[in-house]
């Protein structure tokens, strides 16, 4: 067995342009989807002296989270509006503000509420100053740091929840095309690994081995490993490269999300070596297999969630999905922020369903090709 695993491994080193591309194209395409989806920050024209984009208008333009407020001539505003490339413009003053719609839409309300609320609390401020009667120049610098450190340091907070129902569902675009990709291509993968138990057995290779000290029992387990620790691989590198490249922090749950994946990967290299036992060559395996896999990612949620679905037919086909309780495990960790009690179910049928396909692949390949 060990001679098996140090060929596989040697083989693995020498060539391991499918699992890069394999794992290359998880990457990308989590990035594409899943960043195209996302919250973006608007950018919105705005004119202004200078005495004014040093003031606290405009100090408090640049912090806002959800317009990218760009400074600009008044006339370069006038002409994006013209062209139709923005909607809004602000023509920012001293104790005034005007907007400069090109389009009616519910962006140009935001943008001057955003604004109002701005001017509303400079004039708090300022009338703060007047009822204290600051006079001196110190006096006024002292108020303003009392009032920034109050500010930031309030006697009391509020803190808002939102009521969701039991039907209700959390969708977050980024880990959702994170989580479906890796899932998806990790089937190719894992796949295409255990493809050679049937090569070789076709090929009467397993025949001559057997005659060695081998055994077919030492020769399954080799194969099998190997395929794990490829598909096990590949999908912890994708996860570390979006935990410590692109920043996506997995709710503070990145190693239960990792931990969660071995039962996804063995029920996987499970049904690898099921379809391997029902086809009869390869060409068929390769006909075979991206129908099971594109199947698989889109009844099991991988590229839409499946929340929305509303198709008995399609929901009962996801409960025999591998895909499915991968994504319901790794959703409910990470997005739900369930305790770990809570994922078992999915959990445990992904270890069921590879333990029940194991047994029913190993046993027909064994009926068919040997």
């Known amino acids: 067995m060990n001679g098996i695993l140090v060929a596989k491994f040697t083989t693995f080193i020498r060539k391991p342009w499918m699992f890069l591309l394999f794992t290359t194209m998880s990457i990308i395409f989590a990035l594409i989807l899943g960043t195209s989806g996302g919250m973006t920050?608007?950018?919105?024209?705005?004119?202004?002296?200078?005495?004014?984009?040093?003031?606290?208008?405009g100090k408090s333009l640049e912090k806002n989270d959800v317009y990218t407020f760009n400074w600009m001539t008044e006339k370069e505003m006038l002409d994006l509006i013209a062209d139709g490339k923005s909607e809004v413009g602000v023509i920012v003053k001293e104790d005034d503000f005007q907007l400069v719609v090109g389009v009616e839409s519910t962006n140009a309300q935001m943008v001057e509420q955003t604004?109002?609320?701005?001017?509303?609390?400079?004039?708090?401020?300022?009338?703060?100053?007047?009822?204290?009667?600051?006079?001196?120049?110190?006096?006024?610098?002292?108020?303003?740091?009392?009032?920034?450190?109050?500010?930031?340091?309030?006697?009391?907070?509020?803190?808002?929840?939102?009521?969701?129902?039991?039907?209700?569902?959390?969708?977050?675009?980024?880990?959702?095309?994170?989580?479906?990709?890796?899932?998806?291509?990790?089937i190719y993968t894992i796949a295409y690994n255990v493809l050679?138990?049937?090569?070789?057995?076709?090929?009467?290779?397993?025949?001559?081995?057997?005659?060695?000290?081998?055994r077919k029992t030492e020769m399954y387990i080799a194969n099998l490993v190997y395929s794990f620790f490829e598909g096990y691989l590949q999908v912890l590198i994708i996860f570390l490269v979006f935990?410590?490249?692109?920043?996506?922090?997995?709710?503070?749950?990145?190693?239960?999300?990792?931990l969660l994946l071995i039962p996804y990967v063995f029920a996987v290299v499970s049904l690898?070596?099921?379809?391997?036992?029902?086809?009869?060559?390869?060409?068929?395996?390769?006909?075979?297999?991206?129908?099971?896999?594109?199947?698989?990612?889109?009844?099991?949620?991988a590229y839409w969630p499946i929340e929305?679905?509303?198709?008995?037919?399609?929901?009962?086909?996801?409960?025999?999905?591998?895909?499915?309780?991968?994504?319901?495990?790794?959703?409910?960790?990470?997005?739900?922020?369930?305790?770990?009690?809570?994922?078992?179910?999915?959990?445990?049928?992904?270890?069921l369903m590879g333990v029940v396909l194991m047994g029913l692949g190993i046993h027909l390949m064994e009926r068919r090709h040997v």
């Open 196 to 214: 050679p138990i049937l090569l070789e057995k076709k090929e009467g290779i397993w025949d001559r081995m057997i005659l060695s000290p081998v």
């Open 272 to 301: 690898s070596i099921f379809i391997t036992a029902c086809v009869k060559n390869a060409q068929q395996f390769n006909a075979v297999l991206p129908i099971v896999a594109v199947s698989m990612a889109m009844i099991g949620g």
């Open 243 to 258: 935990h410590f490249w692109i920043g996506v922090d997995f709710q503070g749950r990145f190693l239960e999300a990792v």
């Open 41 to 57: 920050s608007i950018s919105v024209p705005v004119y202004g002296s200078s005495n004014i984009q040093e003031s606290f208008i």
């Open 115 to 186: 604004i109002h609320d701005i001017y509303a609390k400079k004039l708090q401020q300022e009338k703060l100053f007047e009822e204290v009667e600051a006079q001196t120049d110190s006096e006024k610098q002292l108020l303003d740091e009392e009032y920034k450190t109050a500010m930031d340091s309030p006697v009391f907070t509020m803190k808002t929840s939102n009521f969701s129902s039991s039907e209700a569902f959390v969708y977050d675009n980024e880990t959702h095309f994170l989580f479906g990709f890796t899932l998806f291509f990790v």
């Open 308 to 351: 929305i679905v509303e198709s008995e037919v399609l929901l009962a086909l996801s409960k025999i999905n591998p895909l499915t309780y991968g994504m319901e495990a790794l959703n409910g960790m990470v997005v739900y922020g369930y305790p770990l009690e809570e994922v078992l179910l999915p959990i445990s049928i992904l270890v």
